[in-house]
C-alpha cells in the first residue's frame, strides 16, 4: 500500500536560508567508492563517531540542537517515545505549515520554465500541483510493500538521468541445496572475506535457506552483483573464529586430548562436528594422531571455508538498494540534479549505500537536510 508521500511543496515552506555545504557531506560525494566499502571512508567515520544517534538524526533533522531543546521543553516526554525520530519531524513539519497527502502517488514530473508540474494519482482521479522546487524522497526497491516500488527510478530515467542498475543490497544468501539447514539457527560472529574486495566482520546467522546476520548482509551486495555480470559466482571465505591459520595450526599441532576440544571452545559444538564432517576427521580422534593433510583441511576449513551460497533472498529481504541515479549528475551542496533546475534528490534513490548499522539512515537524513535546505534557498533566490 502506498502511504505516503513524500513530495514536499517547498513553497509552502519557511526553511531558513541555504548553508554552505558540510564538509562530511562534500567528502562522501567525491568518495563515491568510498561510502560504498565504508571502513576506507574517513568522512564517513566521522558522521558514526557523532553517536549517539540524536547528533546525526535529530540535528540533522531539525537543523539545530537548539531547536531540539525547545521542543523538549515544551514536550519533555517527546524522546522517550519508540517513534521518537518520526514524532519530532511530523510535529516540527505541522508547525512549519506542510501539508502531507496519503494515498497519493506522483506518477509524472514536467519541467516547465521556472515550476514543475507534479501529477498525482489520488482518491480524487488525480491532481496537479505546481511548485518551484521539487525533492524526489521516493527511496529503492527494497521490500516493495512499504510503496518503494521503483517508480521513483523510471520518474528519473524519464528526465534524462544516469541510472546505474539498481540491486538488492543488505539481502540473506541463500543455498540451494541447503547445505547447511541442520545448522539453522546457530549463530556466531566470524570475518568474512570477499578477496580482493571486502573484509566484514560481525554476527553470522546460519538460517533453513541459507546465511544472514550483518556479516553476511554486509558482504552480500558483492555476491549480488557477481550475479547480475553473470560470470563467476563472487567467491566468499568464512573464518569462524578470531585466530588465524598460524594460531589454529599451533594449537592442533600442540594440543593435547582429542580433536573437537579445541573447536568446541571457539565455535558451537554443532559446528565443529559439521567442519570435522566435511574434513573427514572422526571428533574423537586423539590430536597426537592428526596427520599433516589433515591438519591443514582442517586449518582451512577453520579460516577459509568457502560458502557455498548460490543466490540471494533479493529485494523482498533487502535493507536497503544499491545502484540509482548517479551521483556525478547530482551538486553536493544543495542536492539539485545538474539536469534539471529546481529538482532535487535525496536518499536512497541517490547511487549509495552503506553497511548495517546506521548508515542508510544517515544518509537518508543528511541528504534530506541538504536538498531542503537546497530546495529552500531557490525559492528564496
Ligand atoms: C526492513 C528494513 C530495515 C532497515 N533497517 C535499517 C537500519 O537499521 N539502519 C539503517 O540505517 N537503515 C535501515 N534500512 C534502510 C533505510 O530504511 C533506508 O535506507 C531509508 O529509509 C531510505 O530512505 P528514503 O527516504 O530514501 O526512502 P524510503 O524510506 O524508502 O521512503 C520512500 C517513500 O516514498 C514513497 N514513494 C515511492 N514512490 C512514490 C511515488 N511515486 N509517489 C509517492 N510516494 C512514493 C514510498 O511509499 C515510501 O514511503 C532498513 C530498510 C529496511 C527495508
Same mark, same amino acid.
Given at each position: 500500500?502506498?502511504? !505516503? ?14 548553508? +554552505? ?45 537548539? #531547536? ?100 538488492? #543490497? ?57 550475479k547480475m555480470a553473470g560470470g563467476p +559466482? ?36 554443532? !559446528? ?16 597426537h594422531q592428526l596427520r599433516r593433510e589433515e591438519r591443514r ?10 560458502? +557455498? ?52 539512515? #544517515? ?19
Amino acid at each position: 500500500m502506498r502511504k !505516503l508521500i513524500l513530495l514536499f511543496i517547498l513553497a509552502a515552506l519557511p526553511l531558513t536560508a541555504q548553508q +554552505p555545504p558540510s564538509p562530511v557531506m562534500m567528502a562522501l560525494f567525491k568518495n563515491e567508492k568510498g561510502f560504498k566499502d565504508p571502513a576506507k571512508n574517513a568522512a564517513l567515520q566521522e558522521l558514526l563517531a557523532k553517536k549517539p544517534a540524536l547528533d546525526i538524526y535529530e540535528t540533522a533533522a531539525l537543523g539545530t540542537a537548539e #531547536a531540539l531543546e525547545k521542543m523538549l521543553r515544551a514536550d519533555p516526554e517527546a524522546l522517550q517515545r519508540p517513534n521518537r525520530f518520526g514524532w519530532t519531524l511530523l510535529h516540527l513539519a505541522a508547525r512549519k505549515g506542510v501539508e502531507r497527502r496519503f494515498e497519493a502517488l506522483v506518477d509524472r514530473l514536467e519541467p516547465g520554465t521556472d515550476r514543475w508540474t507534479v501529477h498525482l494519482k489520488d482518491d480524487e482521479g488525480g491532481t496537479e500541483i505546481a511548485a518551484r522546487s521539487v525533492i524526489i524522497a521516493t527511496g529503492g526497491l527494497s521490500l516493495p510493500g512499504t510503496g518503494s516500488d521503483g517508480l521513483g527510478f523510471e520518474l528519473m530515467r524519464r528526465l534524462g538521468h544516469t541510472l546505474h542498475p539498481p540491486y538488492p #543490497a543488505l539481502t540473506p544468501l541463500i543455498a540451494d541445496p541447503p547445505r547447511h539447514a541442520a545448522l539453522a539457527g546457530i549463530s556466531l560472529d566470524v570475518t568474512l572475506t570477499a578477496p580482493r574486495l571486502l573484509t566484514t566482520q560481525g554476527g553470522f546467522l546460519f538460517t533453513h535457506r541459507g546465511y544472514s546476520g550483518p556479516a553476511v548482509l554486509d558482504i552480500s551486495h558483492l555476491a549480488v552483483r557477481s550475479k547480475m555480470a553473470g560470470g563467476p +559466482p563472487q567467491p566468499l571465505l568464512v573464518q569462524w573464529t578470531t585466530d588465524g591459520p598460524d594460531a589454529w595450526d599451533e594449537r592442533l599441532r600442540t594440543g593435547a586430548g582429542i580433536v573437537i576440544t579445541p573447536l568446541r571452545r571457539s565455535i558451537p559444538e554443532r !559446528l565443529a562436528e559439521a567442519l570435522l564432517t566435511e574434513a573427514a576427521i572422526h571428533p574423537g580422534r586423539p590430536l597426537h594422531q592428526l596427520r599433516r593433510e589433515e591438519r591443514r583441511r582442517l586449518v582451512d576449513l577453520l579460516t577459509r571455508y568457502p560458502l +557455498p551460497w548460490t543466490g540471494d533472498e533479493g529485494y523482498r529481504k533487502a535493507e536497503v538498494t544499491g545502484g540509482g541515479v548517479a551521483l556525478s549528475e547530482i551538486d553536493p551542496r544543495t542536492l539539485e540534479s545538474r539536469r534539471h533546475p529546481g529538482l532535487f534528490l535525496c536518499g536512497e534513490i541517490l547511487d549509495a549505500f552503506g553497511p548495517i548499522g546506521g548508515h542508510n539512515f #544517515a544518509w537518508a537524513w543528511a541528504t534530506g537536510r541538504a536538498a531542503g535546505r537546497g530546495a529552500a534557498g531557490r525559492i528564496q533566490s
